[in-house]
């Protein structure tokens, strides 16, 4: 791991990256069992 | 965790890092983690007995996913002659867990070039494009949680 700020580059792309993969796979529920 | 040595599993757990755990991170331990502690929210694996800290990471929210920022193995797991095994592992399972129930399982971390490839293999990170960001998505968060948390 590095430990930095991310550039406004990667804030761009880190956005866009999670805002396309909900597009296309939808939004995740999961339920954890108890205790996990 | 798995001892190295009887391989054995041992059961471990995760809670928040205390000022009085300090003196003991430094001592096994080389990053900063005073510095960190101000910045994120910080964890250490421990045993049942707690008196001992095996590993540490901090994680904080990155807009709509969780960043996690550090990790970190105790000195005595770490090398060849390592005591306990899967303590990343253990550590990334428990960053996964908290991304599933506040970020729809996503979670993120900004890798060295070098270890790029130890993330997406051994945690199923993807690699954004030819950045340094990793992300493991919903599913693969899952995966983690259903492997380190039995």
């Given at each position: 791991?590095?430990?930095?700020?991310?550039?406004l580059k990667e804030e761009k792309m880190l956005h866009e990256h999670i805002t396309d993969y909900k597009k296309r796979h939808g939004k995740k529920t999961?339920?954890?069992?108890?205790g996990k | 965790m798995l001892n190295t040595v009887t391989n054995e599993k041992v059961e471990c757990f995760t809670s928040e890092v205390l000022k009085g755990d300090l003196l003991l991170?430094?001592?096994h331990?080389?990053?900063?983690w005073k510095s960190e502690i101000s910045k994120s929210d910080t964890f250490k694996l421990i045993t049942l007995s707690g008196n001992f800290i095996h590993g540490l990471i901090s994680i904080r929210p990155k807009d709509d996913?969780?960043?996690?920022?550090?990790?970190?193995?105790?000195?005595?797991?770490?090398?060849k002659k390592k005591l306990y095994d899967r303590v990343a592992g253990n550590l990334i399972a428990y960053a996964a867990k908290v991304a599933i129930e506040n970020f729809e399982g996503y979670m993120m971390t900004i890798s060295k070039t070098a270890i790029i490839e130890h993330y997406c293999s051994s945690y199923g990170f993807v690699?954004?494009?030819?950045?340094?960001?990793l992300i493991s998505h919903p599913h693969n968060?899952?995966?983690l949680v259903d492997?380190?948390?039995e």
């Open positions: 791991m590095e430990v930095r700020e991310l550039t999961f339920v954890l069992r108890p | 991170i430094r001592k331990f080389s990053f900063d996913c969780l960043e996690l920022r550090l990790i970190e193995s105790a000195d005595i797991n770490l090398g690699q954004i494009g030819s950045s340094q960001l968060s899952k995966k492997l380190y948390y």
